[in-house]
């Protein structure tokens, strides 16, 4: 299983920014499929989750403000991200089962 993250970057607090993860070596559709974030100094935090019918769940730190979708005619996973905070800064992930992407960066400016 191959989990390829992208889609990070520098924003200022307000902005969006779209991630993508590409699954690859798996029955993608059949999956939930996750997002995680880990900023520095703390502990790794699971912030959307889509199960494999479509249906979605949050961190209440994100609510109303970050969509999870996938499409699986793509093997793919997207975060929509708007109004982005500075505490929003973190290494993101995607996550299948027990398989970890590589991350990409997210940060926030004031």
């Known amino acids: 299983v191959q989990l390829q993250a992208s889609g990070g970057g520098l924003v200022q607090a307000g902005g969006s920014l779209r991630l993508s993860c590409v699954a690859s070596?798996?029955?993608?559709?059949?999956?939930?499929m996750h997002w995680y974030r880990q900023a520095p100094g703390k502990e790794r935090e699971r912030v959307a989750g889509?199960?494999?019918?479509?249906?979605?769940s949050y961190a209440d730190s994100v609510k109303g403000r970050f969509t999870i979708s996938r499409d699986n005619a793509k093997n793919t996973m997207y975060l929509q991200m708007n109004s982005l905070k500075p505490e929003d800064t973190a290494v993101y992930y995607c996550?299948?089962?027990?398989?970890w992407g590589q991350g990409t960066q997210v940060t926030v400016s004031s």
């Open positions: 996550k299948c089962r027990s398989d």
């Open positions: 070596g798996m029955l993608f559709s059949v999956n939930a």
């Open positions: 889509t199960s494999s019918s479509g249906l979605s």
